[in-house]
C-alpha cells in the first residue's frame, strides 16, 4: 500500500524560510514523478512543484525563484524549500506521486506565514 507522510510545516513569519519533506512507502518511486500542491483558506487546491524521475523539475509562476524541489530516491523522500516566504503562502502542503492510473496523495501539512 502506498503510503506519502508531509512534514516539517509550522508558523514562520513573512520572509523566513521552511522545508517540507514528504517519505514514500510501500515501493520504489524512483521512475514516477513527484510533487506539490496546497490549498489555502477557502480557495481551490492548487499546483506548486514538480519533479519528474529524472530531476526535471517545473514550478508555479507565484513560487517560482523562492521554492526549489528536490528528491532522494535513496530515501525515497522529496523536498520542498521555501524561501522568502509571503502570507499568500498559507496553505496545506499536500505531496502527490503519479503511479500508473492513479495519483496518491499525502495527509498534508500546515504552513503559515504570518505577516
Known amino acids: 500500500q502506498v503510503q506519502l507522510v508531509e512534514s516539517g510545516g509550522g508558523l514562520v513569519q513573512a520572509g523566513g524560510s521552511l522545508r517540507l519533506s514528504c517519505a514514500a512507502s510501500g515501493r520504489s518511486f524512483n521512475t514516477y514523478a513527484m510533487g506539490w500542491f496546497r490549498q489555502g483558506p477557502g480557495k481551490e487546491r492548487e499546483f506548486v512543484a514538480r519533479i519528474s524521475w529524472s530531476g526535471r523539475t517545473m514550478y508555479a509562476d507565484s513560487v517560482k525563484g523562492r521554492f526549489a524541489i528536490s528528491r532522494d530516491n535513496v530515501k525515497n523522500t522529496i523536498y520542498l524549500q521555501m524561501d522568502s516566504l509571503k502570507p499568500e503562502d498559507t496553505a496545506v502542503y499536500y505531496c502527490?506521486?503519479?503511479?500508473?492510473?492513479?495519483?496518491?496523495w499525502g495527509q498534508g501539512t500546515q504552513v503559515t506565514v504570518s505577516s
Open positions: 502527490n506521486v503519479d503511479l500508473p492510473g492513479s495519483v496518491a
